[in-house]
């Protein structure tokens, strides 16, 4: 069975602090990707990652980064957590060689920044 | 204008009922679409893709419209397990795998 796992369901974060969202795929899948998800304002990608260590801006990367050291494993890192950074945080997956189109999901991570 | 655009409803219909959902997309080079489901507080989830001479699954139907730009999903005899977040998804056409999602039609299911 597919799987994509994040490390954490909720979070609590102090303003400035730096903070680390990991999300782990077991599917061998080339492409991982990192969204949040707001009200009103859907699914909004952050960054994009579709092979070890390369990595492409999404649609609001600002005070966003990302790492992939490992084909599995795709890490959110928010250097200097501010409030509007509270937000659901989503990770995904899809294979390139299968058409790259069905995006598997992992449970969300909820991050409250207070 | 958004790239892809939904109602949000939320639509609330009694069990049994049919219900049919609209999407339109704003870029014509799209060339693969789709319906995600998203319950409360999971993740989104592959319902079906839309094919261009439409397709069905058990008591969903999904037609794409090239020309208008439109998509629709239609569930027939609604039951209450339906009641989620149906979004409506297109691909970027740029090929990397990068999807658009729109923001979602709320459906509650009553008995």
């Known amino acids: 069975d597919v799987k994509v796992t994040q490390s954490s369901r909720y979070l609590v974060k102090r303003t400035g602090e730096k903070v680390f969202l990991e999300c782990v795929q077991d599917?061998?899948?080339?492409?991982m990707f990192w969204y949040r998800q707001d009200p009103g304002l859907g699914l909004r990608l952050i960054y994009f990652?579709?092979?070890?260590?390369?990595?492409e801006k999404g649609d609001i990367p600002e005070g966003y980064s990302v790492s992939r050291e490992k084909k599995e494993r795709f890490s959110l890192i928010l250097e200097s957590a501010s409030t509007s950074q509270t937000s659901m945080y989503l990770c995904?997956?899809?294979?390139?060689?299968?058409?790259?189109?069905?995006?598997?999901f992992g449970p969300g991570t909820r991050l409250t920044v207070t | 204008r958004k790239e892809v655009e939904q109602d949000p409803g939320p639509f609330n219909v009694p069990e049994g009922a049919t219900v049919a959902f609209n999407c339109t997309y704003s870029?014509?080079?799209?060339?693969?679409f789709f319906w995600y489901r998203q319950d409360c507080r999971k993740e989104p989830k592959l319902l079906m893709s839309?094919?261009?001479s439409g397709n069905e699954d058990g008591r969903f139907t999904a037609q794409l419209n090239r020309a208008s730009q439109y998509i629709s999903l239609l569930i027939r005899d609604s039951k209450l397990s339906d009641s989620a977040t149906y979004l409506c998804?297109?691909?970027?056409?740029?090929?990397?795998?990068?999807?658009?999602f729109g923001q979602g039609t709320t459906l509650q299911v009553k008995p």
């Open positions: 995904a997956s899809s294979s390139r060689t299968s058409g790259g189109f069905e995006q598997y």
């Open positions: 599917m061998d899948h080339e492409n």
């Open positions: 990652s579709y092979d070890v260590k390369m990595k």
């Open positions: 870029n014509s080079a799209s060339q693969s």
């Open positions: 839309v094919y261009s």
């Open positions: 998804v297109v691909n970027r056409p740029s090929n990397t795998g990068k999807l658009i």
